[in-house]
């Protein structure tokens, strides 16, 4: 209890007590080097290792970039080490490192990592003394910018700082042995408790980690109790969640949206070597058993992602394509935007979002226990998966005769037992076998007899709008039900398109021109399995696409709807943008797989603008269908009656299902702008009536005027106009 009491008191004094930053370490200090040829000691960044024979100098170390106290041979990498004495460990409560290096490092505290930057292995990897990075990075300090910052957990902090003497231990490394510079500038600054002068003050341009009292994002705060969250296994932890009804919250507000235990874990492939990392988590009862809640207005589940935008410096774009998709009449992610503290430290913006899954409010199939292994129950639903087959969840699945990786996803791969593993398996195979064969475009038995077409036409749509490189090969779902509920393979949901948009440097995908499925991936480690190719060569499946894309550009896909819906998540983020590139000053800076670089945030959403329209008016020139030339499809609804109208209080809107679809019902003005979701469920065969007050999403009552109701199934659109007289 007694620890418990001096963590919230630590925390509390961080955010709202004042500060007194020194330094303890100034780059320019004297320090020891040593420039490695073999493989040196491993305790080399221990403070009882014996650095006499190493060299001496002021800091920093490198060379030709006018930045060096000490001039250094040219090198792959060199070490350093610099002591510092502590009085008293108590008075501290946090730390940052400043580094400001070409091109990569690894720093230590009495041997325990504190920082890295990206370009140089995982964290707490080995890093042999000829690695290279894996990128070039340059130094800023010389141009008038700001060194890195690195913050240092309070609670890791205070388990490895000594009383009396420790030991800052740095390895810098370098780009290649050609490489024309190297800098190492490095500074070590506390956050202490009082006001004793147990060190130097701070350079001029340091900054404090970001304080804030209030937000009008939700806040989510985790504390994990002074351990580091791994990889896995998940790791118990408290998450409370403040989110007033008055959409201020401030920091210290009572918990009022959830306020109980989790599990956490980090999650994620490349996106885990990121210095903001996502996490994975589960709400649990006290007994650590699942507990579903609904968090920030989701429906209740157990399931939970944090995602951390990092390359994706508009921080939008996974959230646009969700809302997109949930226009368009598909399940995606539902997702909140919000700030995140973790361990009593800001870590910025965060989306909290749906885990990918089976539920009735999610992939809504059906379940499949391990018991089910005969008849009906054997044939759905499973949900499958295309991506690297080490990580994450994907640790379990097979390969198709034809080379393609498919992964288990529902059921888990330690759950499937081998009766439901050899169905979907021969499910598959007859699918492929199909494919391959002229009898693809059969209209017994061929693809539109196996496929939800409808569903792999809006997902293509959506990854064809924004190119995502990652498209089809990863991230990327499909999902089966029963025999019984249509037998047929869906596509979907969305899923992590941060590198889309112009976001990427390979593949061509930064070019608003070109379809993804022209592009030849078979040299790539991850292949588009054939059959993507297939589909998209058919002229019937062209066409399909060609109506699906027009009807959407009156609608969801217009610029104005899309455009609105960028304007709408950056203004909403208003301030805590500022805060999250304070606590991560990367805009100017490349991180991978950027394609162009901003120096501003106000850029980057330009940016995503103007290649979203260039991107829209390509697939205009290519796929966009004149009135004459639109198909006519068979229906799956019809539209009865919508009455009165013109109306001026309520509007009465009668349809009729002709078979069992989801179905859409919203409003949007004559701009393209959706103004409210009436409805967006699934419908079995039968009348049905629903009425609209002419109020918007925030229950407002809207200007009158001209107003369309758009209805949106699984393959086809209508909508009627009406006129409201306020």
């Known amino acids: ?66 930045d060096d106290e000490t001039i250094i041979n040219n ?30 490092f690894v720093a230590y505290i009495n041997g325990y990592e504190i920082a890295r930057s990206q370009n140089l292995g995982e ?21 008038g910018g700001e060194p890195e910052t690195f913050l240092i957990d309070s609670l890791f902090l205070k388990e490895i700082l000594l009383n009396g003497e420790n030991i800052l231990a740095i390895q810098v490394h370098n780009v290649g042995e050609s ?90 492939n490349t996106s885990q070597s990121q210095p903001k990392k996502p996490y994975r988590f589960e709400t649990v009862d006290n007994n650590g058993e699942n507990n ?71 992939i809504n199939i059906s379940k ?61 195979d007859d699918f492929e076998q199909i494919m391959s064969s002229d009898l693809s475009l059969n209209e017994e038995i061929g693809y539109q007899n196996i496929l939800d077409v409808n569903s792999f036409i809006d997902l293509i749509i959506l990854q064809e709008l924004s190119k995502n490189v990652d498209a089809y090969r990863l991230s990327t779902y499909v999902y089966k039900e029963k025999e019984s509920l249509g037998n047929k393979l869906f596509a979907g949901p969305i899923w992590d398109l941060n590198h889309g948009y112009g976001n990427c440097d390979y593949g061509e995908t930064w070019i608003t021109s070109g379809w993804l499925l022209g592009i030849n991936t078979s040299g790539w480690d991850d292949p588009i399995a054939f059959w993507w190719q297939k589909l998209w060569e058919d002229d019937n499946f062209q066409k399909q696409f060609s109506q699906r894309y027009t009807d959407l550009r009156y609608t969801v896909l217009s610029e104005k709807n899309i455009f609105s819906k960028i304007d709408s998540m950056s203004n909403y983020l208003d301030d805590a943008i500022e805060r999250n590139y304070n606590k991560w000053p990367n805009l100017g800076e490349y991180l991978w797989p950027n394609y162009y670089v901003f120096d501003t945030y106000e850029e980057e959403i330009v940016y995503l603008k103007s290649w979203i329209k260039g991107r829209l008016n390509w697939m205009d020139s290519e796929s966009r269908l004149s009135l004459n030339d639109k198909l006519i499809l068979p229906n799956s609804f019809e539209i009865k009656s919508i009455y009165p109208n013109p109306f001026n209080s309520n509007i009465n809107i009668e349809f009729e299902t002709l078979e069992k679809i989801e179905l859409g019902i919203d409003v949007y003005d004559i701009s ?52 409201y007289l306020k």
């Open 368 to 428: 499949l226990e391990k018991n089910e292994i005969t008849g009906d129950d054997l044939t759905g639903g499973y949900i499958l998966k295309f991506d690297w087959a080490w990580t994450g969840d994907n640790l379990g699945g097979f390969e198709s005769r034809f080379g393609t990786l498919y992964n288990y996803h529902y059921p888990k791969p330690s759950d499937i037992v081998q009766e439901q593993e050899t169905y979907i398996q021969n499910y598959i």
């Open 672 to 723: 393209g702008n959706k103004i409210v979701s009436l409805l967006n469920k699934q419908f079995i065969n039968g009348k049905n009536k629903l009425v609209w007050n002419a109020k918007n999403d925030l229950n407002e009552k809207v200007a009158g005027g001209i107003y369309f109701i758009n209805f949106v199934s699984n393959d086809m659109q209508k909508s009627q106009k009406i006129i």
């Open 179 to 268: 490489s024309s510079d190297l800098s190492s500038n490095f500074f070590l600054s506390f956050k202490m408790l009082n006001f004793s002068d147990s060190f130097r003050n701070v350079p001029e341009w340091f900054r404090p980690p970001i304080s804030y009292s209030e937000s009008n994002l939700p806040i989510i705060r985790i504390n994990t109790f002074g351990e580091i969250i791994p990889d896995e296994p998940r790791i118990p932890a408290h998450m409370g969640i403040i989110n007033n009804i008055n959409g201020i919250n401030k920091i210290n507000d009572n918990f009022n949206d959830y306020d109980g235990p989790i599990t956490i874990e980090l999650r994620g």
């Open 292 to 362: 579903n809640v609904s968090l920030l207005g989701m429906p209740s589940e157990n399931d939970w992602v944090l995602y951390a935008p990092w390359s994706d410096k508009s921080l939008i774009r996974n959230v646009l394509t969700y809302k997109l998709s949930q226009e368009m009449g598909r399940y995606s992610a539902r997702s909140k935007f919000c700030e995140l503290w973790l361990n009593g430290e800001y870590q910025g913006i965060y989306v909290l979002m749906e885990k990918i899954k089976r539920d009735k409010n999610r």
């Open 75 to 104: 090198t792959l990498s060199v070490y350093l080490r610099k002591k510092f004495k502590i009085e008293n460990v108590e008075d501290i409560s946090t730390g940052i490192l400043s580094a400001d290096y070409d091109d990569g």
């Open 1 to 66: 209890m007694i620890k418990t009491l001096i963590i919230i008191f630590s925390n509390i004094y961080f955010l709202f007590g004042q500060t007194n930053w020194q330094t303890a370490i100034y780059s320019n200090d004297v320090w020891k080097y040593y420039l490695p040829s073999i493989e040196i000691s491993q305790d080399w960044n221990l403070i009882e290792f014996n650095d006499s024979h190493w060299n001496e100098g002021i800091g920093g170390f490198g060379y030709s970039d006018d």
């Open 123 to 143: 964290e707490n990897s080995f890093v042999p003394f000829d690695m290279t990075t894996s990128n070039d990075h340059e130094a800023k300090m010389q141009d």
